[in-house]
């Protein structure tokens, strides 16, 4: 079955360190999406992209990175990890085109930044 | 997007209909109506979706009001496994499909 999977489950980091987390969906949908979920926040989103080669912004981008080299990998990388990126981590995918997508989200990552 | 608003908690029996409301006085013409679930620890999960129409699918209903101002996912049989917080998002269909979360519904199951 195809499916969405994030790696590491579990990160315990030390401030400054850059640190990556991947996300792997196996569905073949162009766009990947990067959220953060914090207690008293919900879920914000942090990158996300419609597809290979594209990448944007979203709401608390300002820390973090993303590349798309190809369709089924958004890896998220934290340049230089601070305590207050200390959070749980979602990635989701949607496919493109539709008018009214849904998307499908991984387990999430719960990084802790000491 | 139109702003959403929910209670903050819910409980229903278990075996019962849990219908959780939504409201969005200032959606417009091309938004959809989406709930999403969160339970414990778990990445969120669709659950349905519409524009005008009440929908159905496996998981649950949705009716939306005539003049789309506001909505009621109904679970038609709780089970202990509903508990969890729910997401109403209104969004706009098209190039854009970022979701914008709220606070949600937390839905306590009682046995």
């Known amino acids: 079955d195809a499916e969405i999977t994030q790696s590491p489950r579990h990160k315990i980091t030390e401030t400054g360190r850059q640190v990556t987390l991947a996300c792997h969906q196996t569905w073949n949908h162009n766009n990947m999406f990067w959220y953060r979920q914090d207690l008293g926040h919900g879920l914000r989103l942090i990158h996300y992209?419609?597809?290979?080669?594209?990448?944007n912004k979203g709401e608390v981008s300002d820390g973090y990175s993303v590349s798309r080299s190809n369709t089924e990998d958004l890896p998220l990388t934290l340049e230089s990890a601070a305590s207050s990126q200390t959070s749980v981590y979602f990635c989701?995918?949607?496919?493109?085109?539709?008018?009214?997508?849904?998307?499908?989200f991984g387990p999430g990552t719960r990084l802790t930044v000491l | 997007d139109a702003k959403t608003t929910q209670p903050p908690s819910m409980d229903c029996a278990e075996g019962r209909a849990a219908n959780l409301p939504c409201n969005h006085s200032t959606i417009s013409g091309n938004e959809y109506v989406y709930w999403y679930r969160q339970i414990h620890s778990q990445g969120p999960q669709y659950i349905i979706h519409g524009l005008k129409n009440n929908e159905t699918n496996e998981m649950a209903s949705l009716i939306i009001t005539e003049d789309r101002k506001s909505s009621t996912l109904i679970l038609p049989h709780a089970t202990l496994r509903d508990t969890a917080v729910y997401y109403c998002?209104?969004?706009?269909?098209?190039?854009?499909?970022?979701?914008?979360f709220g606070t949600g519904t937390l839905l306590a199951v009682q046995p």
């Open positions: 998002i209104v969004r706009r269909g098209g190039a854009t499909n970022k979701l914008i």
């Open positions: 992209s419609y597809g290979v080669q594209d990448t």
């Open positions: 989701a995918s949607s496919e493109k085109g539709m008018s009214a997508d849904t998307q499908y």
